[in-house]
């Protein structure tokens, strides 16, 4: 077993390479965009840096990566791994909205054990690591341990989404979300990794996305965890597997999920 402490180092020090990259593309005029085949943008800062974080990984230990651009190749899921999304919020990235993030998980076990999430756009980073805890730097530097909200009863609660894409994948369908909408204190589309890790901030409480790839949530799911949060598929299933999101402070998730099945 890896020791989490130097696996977390090392994608810390992949994500500062990340921000560098991508911040050199973000608001420029010369950005390359195109469009995949399941119709979602691709800039060229998201090849790239998915290039050069394989590259690393490579130098550094030769383990297999599953990423975002660059498909998962000779990755066994049950052998030690990385997850990358190069750009998490790539829509953002090519408007000039600064919600978006270089976001990379390190796996064992087809369990995240160390997970970065790097969003220079907004100064902010949040990572964290198997029995470590979870951390974040804010604007001014200062870190901070995270720990999620004591919020028990769901009409105390502050909810946030993505959209309304991809909830028909569930047998409620829409009306599951207009459900948890009408049941929650708050609710706000704040989007993408952001939801998740106002969660483990403990700003909000839940957060849910119907439709995900590893690579968008690998990498959130130790820093929820490690903040005292939890974070499954709408039926409870792990992420990795149920290619969805829900992620809670854990005193709400069978609250929610009762809600959505």
Same mark, same amino acid.
């Given at each position: 077993m890896a020791n989490p402490q130097d696996k977390l180092d090392f994608a810390l020090a992949l994500s500062e390479v990340a921000n560098q990259m991508a911040l050199a593309k973000y608001k420029t005029n010369n950005l390359k965009v195109e469009t995949k085949p399941d119709l979602t943008p691709v800039t060229e800062a998201d090849t790239a840096i998915e290039k050069e974080l394989r590259r690393l990984i490579a130098q550094n230990s030769n383990e297999p990566v599953l990423g975002e651009e660059f498909g998962k190749a000779e990755v066994d899921p049950n052998k030690p791994h990385w997850i990358i999304d190069p750009i998490d919020g790539t829509k953002n990235f090519v408007r000039g909205v600064p919600i978006w993030a270089t976001l990379i998980a390190y796996v064992e076990n087809n369990t995240p054990i160390v997970g970065v999430v790097s969003a220079p756009a907004m100064n902010r980073t949040w990572w964290a690591a198997t029995n470590l805890g979870a951390f974040t730097k804010?604007? &001014?530097?200062?870190?901070?341990?995270?720990?999620?909200?004591?919020?028990?009863? @769901?009409?105390?609660?502050?909810?946030?989404?993505?959209?309304?894409?991809?909830?028909?994948?569930?047998?409620? +369908?829409?009306?599951? @979300?207009?459900? @948890?909408?009408?049941?929650?204190?708050?609710?706000? #589309?704040? +989007?993408?990794?952001?939801?998740?890790?106002?969660?483990?901030?403990?700003?909000?409480?839940? #957060?849910?996305?119907?439709?995900?790839?590893?690579?968008?949530?690998?990498?959130?799911?130790?820093?929820?965890?490690?903040?005292?949060?939890?974070?499954?598929?709408?039926?409870?299933?792990?992420? *990795?597997?149920?290619?969805?999101?829900?992620?809670?402070?854990? *005193?709400?998730? &069978? &609250?929610?999920?009762? @809600?959505?099945?």
């Open positions: 804010d604007p &001014q530097d200062k870190i901070t341990k995270l720990a999620v909200s004591e919020i028990s009863n @769901l009409k105390d609660a502050s909810f946030s989404y993505s959209d309304r894409v991809g909830w028909d994948r569930y047998p409620k +369908g829409e009306a599951g @979300l207009d459900h @948890l909408i009408q049941n929650c204190w708050r609710t706000r #589309a704040y +989007g993408d990794f952001y939801s998740h890790m106002l969660v483990a901030e403990g700003a909000i409480d839940i #957060a849910a996305e119907p439709q995900l790839a590893p690579w968008d949530v690998a990498a959130l799911i130790p820093i929820v965890t490690e903040a005292g949060g939890q974070m499954t598929g709408y039926d409870g299933t792990p992420c *990795l597997i149920a290619n969805a999101g829900l992620t809670t402070n854990g *005193l709400l998730h &069978q &609250q929610v999920i009762a @809600l959505l099945n």
